[in-house]
């Protein structure tokens, strides 16, 4: 293989996906938007690609519980190739949506392979959708998507994001396997209530990542900031080349240049 | 065939994993606002009825792995009981009443069947478990807070039966009606018990119709004649011949709208126009290959029966709009206009048949942002208006932006082509909505016309839109348009006018059965487009939608007969020529007045300070900061936004206009910005509506858009306009929007009316609306990299205010706040206000600006103070710099006028001179500095501090009213 191939998962409600694949495109991937249905239709296709992306939206409406219409669908037609998928060495990124769905498999929601989902999103404290923008401070060091040290400021949109855990047990068993990637702080790096925790998570969790490290989900939009015109309040900003989400997805496409090509 | 039944709970959150019962927290918090405090509790579940083969090891696994969330939330099977040993429970539970349209539902459908089983039906519920105690009469004011009669029943206790989910078969019974001999008043009878809305001079051309065919009409032509007759449709009211009196002065316009608002068009003549007034929406010139279109709609009536689904279907409906322009558009931005009551009322002081404006406004916000948010398209524009007056009708505007390529702006139908209908079923929903929403609303309406509010499902939306934009791009259909307002019958009557076309009305897919032949013609169902599709093309267009699983059948054919043919079964159920539908409908001349009003200023007293005033007019729901509601939506997804609806140093200060940038590959954006004050219009219309141009586009022109490339839109509401005074002021917007359009050099390219606005009181007491003209704008920007936001950028900046302050208080919020309307509005300068427009934009454009504002309601002083806040910075503001008339000496008046064509602009030291020179030739000056102190300083002219105010407390007053 000599090219970077990003999938960008499509069902019905699926909304970000053309900017994420925007964004795939700026670090340098060839990224493809396919629709469930396909690859259900044919999983071999997913042999074609090194990365997957689960994008942002409201798939099947949110009916029942953010992404868990799609996450039934994964579980029920796509689990085995998805699994060899990631044990292959393969990366996959959750975002927003995304990040429910691969929660609600189990792949991001469990503690053991083989045991049950423990880990859940749920509504927001305030009860309400939120768009507004947040500070994330990096942490996990096995996590191959991120910076350690880099302090990045993303969008939220969503009116479930409070990641929430069965018991204190399960929390520490994520805490202590490395898998906590992002956590709310505010400008200086410090913890604190709504709205630097914008929807209530446990421990300010903003984005979770799997044993491997090479599964992501992330409740922030990192494809919303990949050119600086979309800063909040850029005109006031006199770097003018700041776009905080483009690294999560140089860092994919450079994992998959040392890894694959 | 067994139903189980799962109810779904909040685990407790005592576990460190719980979550708290947010439905039933917030169920509380509306049972205490209405005044009950005995209830301590509120429990929540989620109800699912599902019918289906299956045993309960199965149905177990769908509760654990597929309804209840395996970490926070238990479910039960069956019906649960209250726990006994606590308060006096009472169980509420609010299922949607048969037919109403359940995506939940759908949903819950296709994933038992990813798991491997099928099932029959699928309903679902809230329920809503009440610990404390209450009376009948408490019980039912919570009801109604609760659920809505239009579309959701009521089942109280643990005994009672939902609704049974199951519907008779239909008879084809073919209906026709005797009216060729009826008299006129026996037509108006007629007209009036179908809820026709036809007058007795429509119902008498359809009598001579059907007599030269020598038959009488079946039921389906009435109702497809009266929907394509409708003020909705084919607003006749804008269209009419007027004889309007001015002041005594006569002036007549053969059609209205012809010789106002498309005058202004036809004259302007802009190359850039490439499709106005004539498909859904108006289409412009974006660059050398792709188009944009707008369109702004209303949806007011349904609003007020149901804001939660009224305000969805709304921006359901408008997004069909741009789909269904040319060969169909992609929406790419959302903007959003309401007027509501003022929130603060007791419920006694509220008309039976109307809802609190609070909850209006809650489900109105609601509606718009699950809608919006679904399908992905960001809402970056809006304004609230408050006005008692609305108490009965609450207005509800939405609009939508698309792009195109500009090699897809039109579709043309040829005969023998078939007719598709794409997206979702048809069902029973939204009949009659069209005639409805042409007549005064009542008391009665909720129950009447329940049928007529609608309920959307986003997703469908979103997959037919998804499959569209593919099956357009490979060319694949040659004409599209969407099914709004009067159904099939008003798209499919549209699509074949000049050819004709033929339905076979039983291949068109429902949402269940029991629909007569008639209703599935009129049926306003959301989701539904109809294409034009070659033979040749059906396979590939076919598997285009299959594979996405949206539904696409085919329905009829295009002919060539010039005529409308309904068919049932094989059985001819209606036929119609196409020249009496389109053009059968009688021209109206109508006689309308205006006397300008005797009106004269108050007499206030002059004061030393205005800190208060200021404060006041702050907190007014008008001037106050709307974040709560823009939070709620996405106003970021497709990653184009470039200047957001809040801006500034927190992210939570005022813009003026929004600007998205649609195309990764260009610089190029769109700004989106609107003017509205139906405050003025209590004065005169004439000017409100020249404010509310100069305001729209002054909008657009602060974040940078180019003024020549600026469009406009028109949305009028009105009362009741039989009266030939509510006409008249009409007409007066209509000639203000001539002279506007036209001074400006902005074209309007599509438009909307909603009329007869009023409410009819049990008493018969009837409340109007205000004259009410909303303008949108949508104008280009060449890079958005040099926008520009309102927000203050540094300390020792040079503020500038560019155009005249006048003596001009009347309908101001200033006035407002003191319970005075006062006789000076604001006169929009057309001289000077397009000069003003191109010079602010040639020093944005030259980049001399570092933040502009326009100044509006409230008027300077509000207008810095938002620009001090929103950057965080203080001002010193001298008004001895303040170009201003030689009347306005008062300091109330320099301070609150709320004079048109006005900006205020900050300036760095250096660029001074290079402003400076720009500027000459349109009044501006000096009024003041940026400072690094926090404090907003106003001295008058004589050197008096008049205003002294720290920006928190400036910020916190603009805030507080609507931090809901």
């Known amino acids: 293989m000599t090219q970077i191939n990003a999938l960008v998962l499509r069902a019905a409600g699926i909304n970000c996906d053309v900017e994420t694949q925007h964004a795939l495109q700026l670090a340098g991937a060839e990224a493809q938007r396919i629709h469930v249905n396909r690859i259900i239709g044919n999983p071999d296709l997913l042999d074609g690609f090194q990365i997957l992306v689960i994008p942002g939206g409201f798939s099947y409406g949110d009916d029942v519980a953010a992404g868990k219409i799609l996450a039934n669908q994964i579980i029920h037609h796509l689990a085995d190739r998805l ?30 392979p083989a045991g049950k989902q423990q880990i859940t999103i749920t ?3 305030s009860g309400k959708f939120e768009d507004r923008w947040v500070y994330l401070e990096p942490s996990s060091e096995k996590c191959i998507f991120i910076e350690q040290g880099r302090r990045i400021y993303l969008p939220i949109a969503h009116g479930e994001g409070k990641v929430v855990f069965e018991n204190e047990g399960v929390f520490e068993k994520v805490k202590a396997d490395d898998r906590i990637v ?72 450079k994992y998959v240049k040392q890894n694959f090509l | 065939m067994k139903q189980w039944r799962f109810e779904v709970f909040s685990r407790p959150a005592t576990s460190g994993a719980g979550s708290d019962d947010a439905g039933g927290r917030d169920v509380l918090g509306d049972i205490k606002e209405l005044g009950i405090d005995t209830v301590q509790q509120v429990q929540s579940a989620r109800v699912f009825l599902v019918e289906g083969d299956f045993d309960e090891v199965f149905a177990k696994r769908i509760g654990g792995e597929l309804l209840a969330d395996p970490v926070c939330e238990n479910f039960y099977i069956g019906k649960s009981t209250a726990p006994a040993g606590l308060a006096k429970a009472t169980i509420i539970e609010i299922h949607l009443k048969s037919g109403v349209t359940d995506p939940v539902a759908e949903s819950v459908m296709t994933a038992i069947g990813d798991m491997g089983k099928s099932c029959q039906t699928v309903r679902t519920a809230r329920k809503y478990i009440l610990f404390g105690e209450i009376n009948d009469k408490q019980l039912k004011k919570i009801v109604r807070r609760l659920s809505n009669d239009c579309i959701e029943v009521v089942v109280i206790g643990t005994n009672a039966e939902p609704p049974s989910p199951h519907l008779g078969q239909y008879e084809l019974e073919l209906k026709t009606v005797d009216i060729t001999k009826l008299g006129e008043q026996q037509l108006v009878e007629l007209s009036k018990k179908m809820d026709l809305f036809l007058n007795a001079v429509e119902m008498k051309t359809i009598q001579d119709y059907f007599k030269s065919l020598g038959r009488e009409p079946t039921d389906i032509e009435l109702e497809a004649l ?97 789909m269904g322009t040319g060969l169909g558009a992609k929406p790419i931005a959302n903007t959003d206009i309401f007027c509501f009551a003022e929130p603060d009322k007791s419920f006694d002081e509220i008309p039976r048949g109307v809802l609190h404006p609070k909850r209006i406004a809650k489900g109105v916000v609601a509606g718009v942002r699950d809608y919006g948010n679904r399908m992905g398209i960001p809402t970056v524009n809006g304004a609230i208006f408050f006005d008692d007056r609305y108490l009965g009708n609450p207005l509800v505007f939405c609009g939508n932006i698309g792009i195109m390529p500009r090699d897809k702006c039109f579709g043309k139908v040829s005969g023998g082509e078939l007719v598709m209908v794409v997206g979702g079923r048809t069902g029973r929903d939204g009949i009659h909505g069209a005639t409805f929403s042409s007549g005064a609303l009542t008391g009665e309406h909720e129950t009447v016309f329940s049928h007529a509010v609608q309920i959307g499902n986003a997703i469908t939306e979103k997959k037919t839109l998804d499959t569209l934009l593919r099956a357009r791009e490979q060319g694949l259909y040659s004409a599209i348009t969407d099914c709004g307002a009067g159904g099939l019958s008003s798209a499919v009557g549209e699509m074949g006018a000049e050819l004709g076309a033929e339905v076979e009305l039983e291949k068109v897919p429902l949402k269940y059965a029991g629909l007569s032949y008639t209703e599935i013609w009129i049926s306003e169902a959301q989701e539904r487009m109809v294409i034009a599709v070659k033979p040749e093309e059906l396979e590939k267009i076919s598997k285009i939608f299959a594979d996405e699983n949206v539904e696409a059948t085919v329905i009829g054919k295009f002919t060539n007969d010039k005529k409308l043919t309904l068919k049932y079964q094989g059985t001819q159920v209606g036929q119609l020529d196409m020249d009496f539908l389109h053009n059968g409908l009688p021209k109206y001349s109508r006689k309308a007045n205006w006397s300008s009003k005797k009106l004269s200023e108050p007499a206030l007293e002059a004061k030393e300070n205005y800190n208060d005033d200021l404060l006041k007019v702050f907190s007014t729901y008008n001037i106050a900061s709307k974040e709560w509601v823009i939070r709620q939506y996405d106003h970021e997804v497709q990653g184009g936004s470039v200047v957001k609806p809040l801006g500034g140093i927190a992210n939570d200060g005022p813009n003026d206009a929004a600007v998205v940038q649609p195309k990764f590959d260009s610089d190029k954006g769109i700004a989106i910005g609107c003017g509205m004050n139906p405050l003025y219009g209590d004065i005169d219309p004439y000017w409100m509506t020249l404010a509310g141009i100069d305001e729209a586009i002054r909008n657009v022109i602060c974040v940078g858009a180019r003024p020549d490339r600026i469009a ?77 936001t309102a927000d203050l950028k540094s300390a020792g900046n040079l503020l500038f205010i560019v155009g005249l302050t006048k003596n001009e208080l009347g309908g101001s919020h200033y006035y407002k706040i003191k319970n005075q309307l ?15 427009a191109e010079k602010i934009h040639k020093a944005i454009d030259a980049e001399f600006v570092a933040s502009c504002h326009d100044c509006s309601e409230g008027g300077l002083a509000v207008a810095i103070s938002e620009m001090a806040f929103a950057g965080g910075l203080g001002v010193l503001v001298d008004l001895q710099g303040l170009p201003k008339t030689d009347d306005c000496t008062r300091l109330d008046a320099q301070l609150f006028s709320e004079s048109c064509s006005r900006y205020i602009v900050e300036v760095r030291p250096e660029k001074f001179n290079d402003f400076a020179k720009l500027m000459l030739g349109v009044p501006f000056g000096q009024i003041g500095q940026v400072t690094e102190d926090k404090n907003l300083i106003i001295k008058s002219s004589l050197g008096k501090t008049v205003i002294n105010a720290s920006i928190g407390d400036l910020k916190d007053a603009w805030q507080r009213p609507l931090k809901w």
């Not at chain 1, 900031?225 to 850029?234: A, C, D, E, K, Y």
């Not at chain 2, 608002?261 to 412009?284: H, M, P, R, Y």
């Open chain 2, 226 to 322: 009266a929907q394509t007759w409708s003020e909705h449709c084919v607003h006749k009211t804008l269209k009419s011949s007027v004889d309007f009196d001015f002041d005594g002065e006569k002036i007549h316009f053969d059609n209205l709208i012809k010789e106002t608002v498309f005058g202004a068009t036809k004259q302007l003549n802009k190359e850039w126009c490439i499709s106005v007034f004539k498909d859904n929406a108006g289409v412009i010139e974006f660059d050398d290959t792709d188009a944009i279109c707008f369109k702004v709609e209303t949806h007011n009536h349904p609003s007020a029966l149901d804001p939660y689904g009224g305000a969805a279907t709304g921006i359901g409906g408008v997004l069909r709009d741009p």
């Open chain 2, 822 to 836: 006062g006789a000076n509005v604001p006169k929009t300068d057309l001289r000077t206000a397009k000069l003003t």
């Open chain 1, 123 to 125: 509504y927001n404290d």
């Open chain 1, 182 to 253: 992002f956590r709310y702080v505010d400008e200086d790096g410090n913890f604190g209530p709504f709205p630097v925790n914008p929807n209530g998570s446990t421990d300010s969790i903003a984005g979770l990542c799997d044993s491997t490290g090479r599964v992501m989900g992330l409740m922030p939009h990192p494809e919303r900031f990949v050119r600086f015109t979309q800063h909040p309040h850029w005109t006031r900003l006199g770097d003018k080349s700041r776009a905080d989400g483009r690294t999560i997805f140089d860092n994919a496409v």
């Open chain 2, 712 to 788: 406009l839109l028109d949305n009028f509401c009105w009362a009741d306009c039989k009266k030939e005074e509510t006409l008249g002021s009409l007409v007066r917007a209509a000639q203000a929007c001539f002279d506007g359009a036209v001074a400006f050099g902005t074209p309007f390219i599509s438009g909307k009316d909603s009329l007869n606005n009023n409410f009819i009181c049990d008493d018969g007491k009837e409340i109007s609306i205000p004259a009410t003209l909303l303008i949108s704008t949508m104008g280009i920007v060449d890079d958005v990299k040099k926008c520009v």
């Open chain 1, 83 to 112: 699994r060899e998928f990631i044990e292959s060495g393969k990366i996959v990124l959750g975002i927003c949506n995304g990040f429910q769905v691969l929660v609600k498999t189990g792949i991001l929601g469990k503690i053991e």
